[in-house]
């Protein structure tokens, strides 16, 4: 079978997966049947379509199919009940990003202590966020937004994807740490708030790289919420002047695993996740998708998360007061 | 542009192309006939064999699908009367009392041919105005959406068979049912009691099920010695006469342009575009009254509609690369893996490939024909298992269709609370019409409503009078719009329900 035409039948396994269910085998050696893959939002977006890529690779390092299960509802919080609650044999994973992780809890009661009952498995990849204008914008710089939003505060209006979701935590944490008062419009995604860019109803949005690409020439982007450049021309905000707004801004995309599992089985997964990050068709795919393939491995993640507990505490405790 | 067409054309003249896409037409198909597994779902799981095709290949694999998929759902919905998404509910008024009079092939064959026309149409219509839909759908920002699912909620409530009172009743109840669970601008728990199993609020799929198979199964219990299908040689009937279709021609023209516009305006979507083909269909009819008794043209009235709204959701995604519903998210991905970022961008440099993909929309369609019209025979044959097998058949699937859904025991119960309410509506001649449309359009309504309030920064009066002109036009012309439906369907509605004539049956 050639390499691409394995590659297809490996994804039709795992479809077929999804629709049959398969038969547990008694064996012990893990894993044994298909993993289950928790992602508590919507088909479709960003995360789906990462985590699309990554079950179709990752069988030939964990020598099961994964299988990917949509849970959305409630902001994430559905999905990963489901998943905190699910028995930690190794075989229900949640694939989740940062502001569904360590957010959540501050800003309502969760059925589940995110600390608690979740240990790191890896992070696959982050998603550096940047602020956009149109490119008939007045705003030429970062510098003239944060000016003009000081000066008439309130009147600005910056357009999200949805309270506590990806580009609205990113742009709010620089509104936080600029000191400056706007009036924030939720839309229902990331696209949606977008298309409320370009058609004049908000002044600003916040959009990840493939979607600033595919814009071409009709938006400018004043700067990126990561520690790295990611376009050549448009400065980081720690260049920009708020050294403390990347970390928080940074969508990380991570795999959780509920707490208790067995350390061989996490071990197992840990060095899976690591083989699957260097695969050159997972790297091809990401690239296409414009995403990057920074792994980094479960422990170093769970140094950063706890960071980021802190951060959020403090950010939420900002913006709702 | 002349040349990009051509070169297009050569692009999509090959036999892997019309293969891969016949084989997402049939697997859309199945799936979509099965309760519980959506169009969405499908996609989702065979997004990534598009990752190891050709562009001109991969993509036509997943439009395949999609279109399948919404045709789909209608088979479940004419033979059993589940509704397995919920832009077939209009289907089973008119679906599944034809199946009972012994004509579930010919209205399997309408829901096909009326699919296959709507969308056929509208995809041409997007290929050619491309331009100006993508410049339409740009005006329509919150204020218009807003304004836009007011007039739907209402022209459902006033054009129901049941009297205007219960219709208005039935939508503040769909209504109330929609703000359960968080609410969609702050996040806040409504109505949960702290009970988290309800915090996401219902799911449609549970309601429409509930609400729509569990009645007729109850129903079908009750008048145990009925058999389903009135007896014959052959309980499925006869097929689709092209002289039947012909008299359907007015019906599916005004389905097509409804649901075409209807696909233009981001965020609507099938649901709306079915329930309303269906009320203007009735309403624009000689005999209305004969809506819900199982006349063809309520088959195909929303069977066109819901169909035709697949071209112009294209568009958004392909002029401004920002999808307009899960569906066409999961497109984007196809795309963007093959290395293409639809965009204003993507028009410039690869317009051949653009082409290809749209024109791929339109042998689709009569691919989709062509299928069905081989697959319908095989469905049909439901009809013949007898009535001990088929009802307890119906339940396993409602309920199994319920949970795969999303794996969520608690969705179980609400399927059984609506199943109840479902059966208690039909015997006391409630029609569940505009339940269903609150509770679909509600949290669209408060979303844009909440928007537009932000956007207006505390003065939308103001706002909308100056700023929105296109909002404004709507809302002017909702009390004239309600009122036509009113009027048209006034004679459907027992004026006195005492001692008035015997009172016209519940639509399903």
Same mark, same amino acid.
């Given at each position: 079978?050639?390499?691409?035409?394995?590659?297809?039948?490996?994804?039709?396994?795992?479809?077929?997966?999804?629709a049959?269910?398969?038969?547990?085998?008694?064996?012990?050696?893990?894993?044994?049947?298909?993993?289950?893959?928790i992602?508590?939002?919507?088909?479709?977006?960003?995360?789906?379509?990462?985590?699309?890529v990554m079950t179709?690779?990752?069988?030939?390092?964990?020598?099961?199919?994964?299988?990917?299960?949509l849970?959305?509802g409630?902001?994430?919080?559905?999905?990963?009940a489901?998943a905190a609650?699910s028995?930690p044999?190794?075989?229900?994973?949640l694939?989740?990003?940062?502001f569904?992780?360590?957010?959540?809890?501050?800003?309502?009661?969760l059925?589940?202590?995110?600390?608690?009952?979740?240990?790191?498995?890896?992070?696959?990849?982050?998603?550096?966020p940047?602020?956009?204008?149109r490119?008939?914008?007045?705003?030429?710089?970062?510098?003239d937004?944060?000016?003009?939003?000081?000066?008439?505060?309130?009147?600005?209006?910056?357009g999200?994807?949805?309270?506590?979701?990806?580009?609205?935590?990113?742009?709010?944490?620089?509104?936080q740490?600029a000191?400056?008062?706007?009036?924030?419009v939720?839309?229902?995604?990331?696209?949606?708030?977008?298309?409320?860019?370009l058609?004049?109803?908000?002044?600003?949005?916040?959009?990840?790289?493939?979607v600033?690409?595919?814009?071409?020439d009709?938006?400018?982007?004043?700067?990126t919420?990561?520690?790295?450049?990611?376009?050549?021309?448009?400065?980081?905000?720690?260049?920009?002047?708020?050294?403390?707004?990347?970390?928080?801004?940074t969508?990380?995309?991570i795999?959780?695993a509920?707490?208790?599992i067995?350390?061989?089985?996490?071990?197992?997964?840990?060095?899976g996740?690591?083989?699957?990050?260097?695969?050159?068709?997972?790297?091809?795919l990401?690239?296409?998708l414009d995403e990057?393939?920074?792994?980094?491995?479960?422990?170093?993640?769970?140094?950063m998360?706890?960071?980021?507990?802190?951060?959020y505490?403090?950010?939420?405790?900002?913006?709702?007061? | 542009?002349?040349?990009?067409?051509?070169?297009?054309?050569?692009?999509?003249?090959?036999?892997?192309?019309?293969?891969?896409?016949?084989?997402?037409l049939?697997?859309?198909?199945?799936?979509?006939?099965?309760?519980?597994?959506?169009?969405?779902?499908?996609?989702?799981?065979?997004?990534?064999?598009?990752f190891?095709?050709?562009?001109?290949?991969g993509?036509?694999?997943?439009?395949?699908?999609?279109?399948?998929?919404?045709?789909?759902?209608?088979?479940?919905?004419i033979?059993?009367?589940?509704?397995?998404?919920?832009?077939s509910?209009?289907?089973?008024?008119?679906?599944?009392?034809?199946?009972?009079?012994?004509?579930?092939?010919?209205?399997?064959?309408m829901?096909?041919?009326?699919?296959?026309?709507?969308?056929?149409?509208?995809?041409v219509g997007t290929?050619?105005?491309?331009?100006?839909?993508?410049l339409?759908?740009?005006?329509?920002?919150?204020?218009?959406l807003?304004?836009?699912?007011?007039l739907?909620?209402?022209?459902?409530a006033?054009s129901?068979?049941?009297?205007v009172?219960?219709?208005?009743?039935?939508?503040l109840?769909?209504?109330?049912?929609?703000?359960?669970g968080?609410?969609?601008?702050g996040?806040?728990?409504?109505?949960?009691?702290?009970?988290?199993?309800?915090?996401?609020?219902?799911?449609?799929l549970p309601?429409?099920?509930?609400?729509?198979?569990?009645?007729?199964v109850?129903?079908?219990?009750?008048?145990?010695?009925?058999?389903f299908?009135?007896?014959?040689?052959?309980?499925?009937?006869?097929?689709?006469?092209?002289?039947e279709?012909?008299?359907c021609?007015?019906?599916?023209?005004?389905?097509?342009?409804?649901?075409?516009?209807?696909?233009? @305006? /981001?965020?609507?979507?099938? &649901? $709306?575009?079915?329930?309303? #083909? +269906?009320?203007?269909?009735k =309403?624009?009819?000689?005999?209305?009254?004969?809506?819900?008794?199982?006349?063809?043209?309520?088959?195909?009235?929303?069977?066109?509609a819901?169909n035709?709204?697949?071209?112009?959701?294209?568009?958004?995604?392909?002029?401004?690369?920002?999808?307009g519903?899960?569906?066409?998210?999961?497109?984007?991905?196809?795309f963007?893996?093959?290395?293409?970022?639809?965009?204003p961008?993507?028009?410039?440099?690869?317009?051949?490939l653009?082409?290809?993909?749209?024109?791929?929309m339109?042998?689709?369609?009569?691919?989709?024909?062509?299928?069905?019209y081989?697959? @319908? /025979?095989?469905f049909?044959? &439901? $009809?013949?298992?007898?009535? #001990? +097998?088929l009802?307890?058949? =119906?339940?396993?699937?409602?309920?199994?269709?319920?949970?795969?859904?999303?794996?969520?025991?608690?969705?179980?119960?609400?399927l059984?609370?609506?199943?109840l309410?479902?059966?208690?509506?039909?015997?006391?001649s409630?029609?569940?019409?505009?339940?269903?449309?609150?509770?679909?359009?509600?949290?669209v309504?408060?979303?844009s409503?909440?928007?537009?309030?932000?956007?207006?920064?505390?003065?939308?009066?103001?706002?909308?009078?100056?700023?929105r002109?296109?909002?404004?036009v709507?809302?002017?012309?909702?009390?004239?719009?309600?009122?036509?439906?009113?009027?048209?369907?006034?004679?459907?509605?027992?004026?006195?329900?005492?001692?008035?004539?015997?009172?016209?049956?519940?639509?399903?």
């Open positions: 079978m050639s390499h691409v035409s394995r590659r297809i039948f490996v994804a039709a396994a795992a479809a077929a997966g999804v049959l269910g398969s038969a547990a085998a008694p064996a012990e050696d893990y894993p044994a049947k298909p993993i289950t893959m992602i508590p939002l919507g088909a479709g977006g960003s995360h789906d379509l990462n985590a699309r179709s690779v990752l069988p030939t390092y964990l020598g099961e199919p994964v299988v990917v299960q849970m959305p409630a902001s994430g919080r559905i999905g990963t489901a609650k028995k044999d190794g075989y229900t994973l694939f989740t990003h940062n569904i992780d360590e957010l959540q809890q501050y800003v309502t009661k059925p589940y202590d995110p600390n608690k009952d979740f240990v790191v498995v890896a992070r696959t990849n982050y998603a550096p940047s602020v956009v204008v490119s008939d914008s007045p705003y030429k710089t970062l510098k937004l944060l000016d003009a939003a000081k000066k008439n505060p309130g009147k600005i209006k910056f999200h994807s949805g309270n506590w979701g990806a580009t609205m935590v990113p742009g709010a944490a620089l509104l740490a000191g400056v008062k706007m009036t924030l939720p839309y229902k995604g990331g696209g949606p708030a977008m298309r409320g860019l058609s004049g109803d908000v002044d600003f949005t916040v959009a990840f790289p493939s600033i690409t595919s814009q071409g009709k938006v400018r982007t004043l700067v919420l990561a520690d790295k450049r990611v376009f050549k021309d448009v400065p980081t905000s720690g260049e920009a002047g708020y050294p403390n707004v990347a970390s928080i801004a969508m990380q995309r795999v959780l509920p707490a208790g067995p350390a061989d089985r996490l071990a197992k997964l840990r060095a996740f690591a083989k699957m990050s260097k695969d050159k068709t997972y790297m091809k990401l690239k296409k990057n393939d920074e792994f980094m491995s479960g422990d170093q993640y769970q140094t998360r706890e960071k980021q507990d802190k951060s505490a403090a950010l939420v405790k900002a913006l709702t007061k | 542009m002349l040349d990009a067409i051509l070169h297009s054309i050569e692009l999509l003249m090959r036999l892997d192309t019309l293969m891969m896409m016949s084989l997402g049939v697997l859309g198909i199945l799936i979509g006939a099965l309760p519980g597994f959506t169009t969405t779902m499908a996609m989702a799981v065979l997004l990534p064999i598009s190891f095709l050709s562009p001109v290949v993509i036509p694999f997943l439009i395949g699908v999609y279109k399948g998929g919404i045709y789909g759902g209608s088979i479940p919905a033979l059993v009367g589940i509704p397995g998404t919920g832009a509910v209009a289907t089973t008024y008119d679906g599944l009392p034809l199946t009972k009079k012994g004509q579930s092939r010919k209205a399997l064959d829901a096909l041919a009326a699919s296959a026309i709507g969308d056929l149409v509208a995809s290929v050619v105005l491309i331009g100006p839909i993508a339409v759908a740009m005006k329509f920002g919150p204020p218009e807003a304004a836009v699912m007011l739907s909620m209402l022209i459902i006033f129901g068979t049941s009297m009172i219960k219709s208005l009743m039935m939508l109840l769909g209504m109330f049912f929609a703000m359960i968080q609410d969609p601008i996040a806040l728990s409504r109505f949960t009691f702290g009970f988290f199993p309800i915090e996401s609020g219902i799911n449609l309601m429409l099920i509930g609400l729509f198979a569990i009645p007729e109850l129903l079908s219990i009750e008048e145990k010695t009925k058999p299908v009135e007896k014959s040689v052959r309980p499925e009937g006869d097929r689709l006469t092209l002289h279709l012909n008299d021609r007015r019906t599916i023209a005004r389905s097509t342009v409804l649901g075409g516009v209807i696909g233009i @305006i /981001p965020g609507v979507g099938q &649901v $709306v575009a079915a329930l309303m #083909a +269906y009320a203007a269909a =309403t624009a009819s000689p005999h209305p009254e004969k809506f819900g008794t199982g006349i063809l043209e309520g088959v195909a009235a929303p069977e066109a819901n035709a709204v697949n071209g112009p959701t294209m568009v958004p995604l392909l002029t401004l690369g920002i999808p519903d899960n569906i066409t998210a999961i497109l984007l991905g196809a963007v893996v093959q290395g293409l970022r639809p965009g961008q993507l028009f410039a440099q690869q317009a051949p653009i082409y290809a993909i749209l024109f791929s339109i042998i689709a369609c009569g691919l989709l024909y062509v299928l069905g081989l697959l @319908i /025979p095989l049909s044959k &439901v $009809v013949m298992i007898r009535k #001990a +097998y009802v307890p058949l =119906t339940i396993v699937f409602a309920f199994v269709g319920t949970y795969v859904y999303r794996s969520n025991v608690f969705d179980l119960y609400f059984i609370f609506f199943g309410l479902g059966y208690a509506a039909r015997k006391l409630f029609d569940v019409t505009p339940m269903v449309m609150a509770f679909i359009l509600t949290p309504l408060e979303y409503l909440g928007q537009s309030i932000l956007l207006s920064q505390g003065h939308l009066f103001h706002y909308v009078v100056i700023e002109p296109l909002a404004l709507i809302i002017l012309a909702t009390p004239p719009l309600t009122y036509l439906m009113w009027y048209r369907t006034r004679k459907l509605r027992n004026p006195d329900p005492v001692n008035g004539p015997e009172p016209l049956p519940v639509k399903q």
